[in-house]
């Protein structure tokens, strides 16, 4: 497929550049005024969107990036609207059935499952309700919402969910705790703003794509990753923005991870406890072998989840 087609195509992850491009070509300038910062050295600003599969497959790095530097880095989530609709028909995707394919070639690249039969059997007609659904979430609680973002992700990625539904949406708010009257209200209601306001920010900063990593310090510093990186691509840009930034030790015990994300892929077990990836899932299966773990397990891998979680 040519690069002119990879542009057009928001479904269409460029396998080379790590990226899930939006066909909006209305990109400001950069506002550096929109960049406020937070009480830490420096502030991340992620574009990204539910149903981005190069963001699925940063998923490792990002979760090993809070640990080792999340005294130091403060995570703000924005969404970035990847799929507004099926009006656009461009570039050799028209149709949901074209997608399948293609998240099937991605979960083997970023090494991450991804059962893209989903485009198949009930194909999404937009990326915008689950991302104003996650907005509601952020209303109600910052953390809470990125439980919720993770479990609708396994939904689409692993589970075959259309999460533009909203019984999937309000099972994995049940899920992660979340009060379903107040999410629905807020989904019908100012939760539709936050979510324009975030597509109005990424034209300003000319997002073209997701994810999108913007690193800031209160001094208007920026460091940019674009795409899906290796993690020393994150860890490189705190450290220029802030050398000071220091690496918390974590303790890299299986027990310990599953704690913390009560799920974990094979690759993202090898990055986070340092164990080589063909080891990682020996690992993994002996702890689902002995009833430790449950496993679940698509076409393209499998992930594993702590046992006695509401998953």
């Not at 799929?83 to 570039?91: F, H, K, T």
């Amino acid at each position: 497929m040519d690069k002119e087609s990879l542009k057009n195509n928001p479904l269409l992850c460029d396998i080379e550049t790590g990226m899930c491009e939006t066909t909006d070509d209305n990109t400001d300038t950069a506002s550096q005024n929109n960049l406020q910062s937070a009480k830490k050295s420096v502030k991340a600003i992620y574009y990204t969107d539910p149903i981005c599969s190069s963001c699925w497959g940063i998923e490792p790095q990002l979760r090993k990036l809070k640990l080792e530097y999340g005294n130091a880095v403060d995570i703000e989530y924005r969404m970035g609207g990847l799929l507004p609709d099926w009006n656009y028909n461009s570039g050799g995707i028209g149709k949901p059935s074209d997608v399948a394919t293609h998240w099937d070639e991605v979960s083997v690249h970023y090494d991450m499952p991804i059962d893209g039969d989903v485009w198949l059997e009930d194909p999404l007609d937009s990326s915008y309700p689950p991302s104003i659904a996650f907005k509601a979430a952020q209303m109600q609680d910052k953390e809470k919402a990125l439980l919720f973002m993770r479990e609708i992700r396994e939904m689409v990625f692993l589970k075959k969910k259309n999460i533009t539904k909203w019984e999937h949406l309000a099972a994995a708010a049940k899920i992660v705790g979340l009060n379903l009257e107040q999410l629905k209200a807020d989904f019908e209601g100012k939760a539709k703003m936050l979510f324009e306001d975030d597509l109005k920010l990424g034209r300003e900063l000319a997002v073209s794509g997701f994810p999108t990593i913007f690193f800031l310090t209160e001094t208007d510093n920026k460091e940019v990753v674009y795409g899906a990186r290796p993690y020393a691509f994150y860890e490189m840009a705190i450290l220029k923005l802030d050398p000071n930034a220091t690496k918390s030790e974590y303790s890299k015990k299986w027990e310990n991870l599953f704690s913390i994300y009560p799920s974990l892929t094979a690759k993202e077990y090898s990055e986070l406890s340092g164990t080589p990836r063909n080891d990682s899932e020996n690992v993994l299966n002996e702890l689902s072998k002995n009833g430790t773990l449950e496993k679940l397990t698509t076409k393209n891998g499998s992930i594993w989840i702590k046992k006695n979680t509401s998953h």
